[in-house]
């Protein structure tokens, strides 16, 4: 009798993407898995490609060779609405939140109905993850600090229910203590069953958040493994991180 396979896609797997902005080529052939409910790092200095990798996954560079599998189905060469249909919520490096609207109607504009197999989120689940934006819920977009904007951006993206997310630099340009309020957040996430890949310059603070880390250096893999084997091994941290 045939063997049945019980094992379930990854639920991100990035193959051999290859990907240019105009004439410049810059990922050659960049592979990565998420796996269901892990968060991992992706990191590399300014300029590496991670912000490029996360807009491939999100259709928004053009590819021109590869795959990326959301839960074993291809959907490179999807529409960027189709691909967030499919589960993914995509937090920008540039927070894109809207100034002019208060707190609570950013959250309203990010509303998607439920998602089989997603955690469900509603404004006041995320008002207590979120406490800063609670007290604020009435405050233009405009009126928050950096640091709040990009609480905003993620929480607004989480109001889609997705099951996985990309965060583009979630530390970045953010006052310290609110880069440790943002690693309880991911850690909340991660509790919450949500898969997330992060792009980040911050060892420190992808080691704190993350099961596993990948490091990308002019479009290509360098590094894959874990923190304690990239610890014992200072020499690739002093080669591809900014450390
Ligand atoms: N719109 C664009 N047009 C042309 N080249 C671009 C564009 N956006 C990025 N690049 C180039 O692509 C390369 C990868 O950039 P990318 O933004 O993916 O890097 P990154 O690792 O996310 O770094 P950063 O932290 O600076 O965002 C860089 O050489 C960058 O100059």
Same mark, same amino acid.
């Given at each position: 009798?045939?063997?049945?396979?019980?094992?379930?896609?990854?639920?991100?797997?990035?193959?051999?993407?290859?990907?240019?902005?105009?004439?410049?080529?810059?990922?050659?052939?960049?592979?990565?898995?998420?796996?269901?409910?892990?968060?991992? =790092?992706?990191?590399?200095? %300014?300029?590496?490609?991670?912000?490029?990798?996360?807009?491939?996954?999100?259709?928004?560079?053009?590819?021109?060779?590869?795959?990326?599998?959301? @839960?074993?189905?291809?959907?490179?060469?999807?529409?960027?609405?189709?691909?967030?249909?499919?589960?993914?919520?995509? &937090?920008?490096?540039?927070? #894109?939140?809207?100034?002019?609207?208060?707190?609570?109607?950013?959250?309203?504009?990010?509303?998607? /109905? =439920?998602?089989?197999?997603?955690?469900?989120?509603?404004?006041?689940?995320?008002?207590?993850?979120?406490?800063?934006?609670? $007290?604020?819920?009435?405050?233009?977009?405009?009126?928050?600090?950096?640091?709040?904007?990009?609480?905003?951006?993620? =929480?607004?993206?989480?109001?889609?229910?997705?099951?996985?997310?990309?965060?583009?630099? /979630?530390?970045?340009?953010?006052?310290?203590?609110?880069?440790?309020?943002? =690693?309880?957040?991911?850690?909340?996430?991660?509790?919450?069953?949500?898969? &997330?890949?992060?792009?980040?310059? %911050?060892?420190?603070?992808? #080691? $704190?958040?993350?099961?596993?880390?990948?490091?990308?250096?002019?479009?290509?893999?360098?590094?894959?493994?874990?923190?304690?084997?990239? @610890?014992?091994? /200072?020499?690739?941290?002093?080669?591809?991180?900014?450390?």
């Amino acid at each position: 009798m045939a063997a049945c396979s019980t094992r379930r896609a990854p639920m991100l797997e990035i193959d051999g993407l290859t990907a240019r902005y105009g004439r410049a080529q810059i990922l050659n052939g960049v592979s990565l898995t998420l796996g269901r409910n892990e968060v991992v =790092a992706l990191l590399g200095r %300014n300029g590496a490609g991670k912000s490029t990798t996360m807009k491939s996954v999100m259709g928004l560079v053009r590819q021109t060779g590869g795959s990326i599998r959301l @839960d074993g189905t291809n959907i490179l060469g999807r529409a960027s609405h189709l691909i967030c249909r499919a589960g993914i919520g995509y &937090v920008p490096e540039d927070r #894109r939140i809207f100034g002019e609207l208060t707190v609570e109607e950013n959250l309203e504009v990010g509303r998607r /109905p =439920a998602r089989e197999g997603a955690p469900h989120w509603s404004a006041d689940h995320l008002f207590q993850l979120f406490p800063n934006l609670a $007290e604020r819920r009435q405050n233009l977009g405009k009126q928050l600090s950096g640091g709040e904007q990009q609480m905003l951006s993620i =929480a607004r993206t989480l109001m889609g229910n997705p099951a996985l997310v990309l965060l583009d630099e /979630p530390s970045e340009g953010i006052a310290p203590v609110i880069v440790e309020q943002m =690693a309880n957040v991911i850690s909340e996430l991660k509790r919450e069953g949500l898969s &997330v890949l992060l792009s980040e310059q %911050n060892l420190h603070f992808a #080691r $704190e958040v993350s099961d596993r880390a990948y490091i990308i250096e002019k479009g290509t893999m360098r590094y894959e493994g874990d923190f304690a084997d990239l @610890d014992a091994r /200072p020499e690739v941290s002093a080669q591809y991180l900014a450390v």
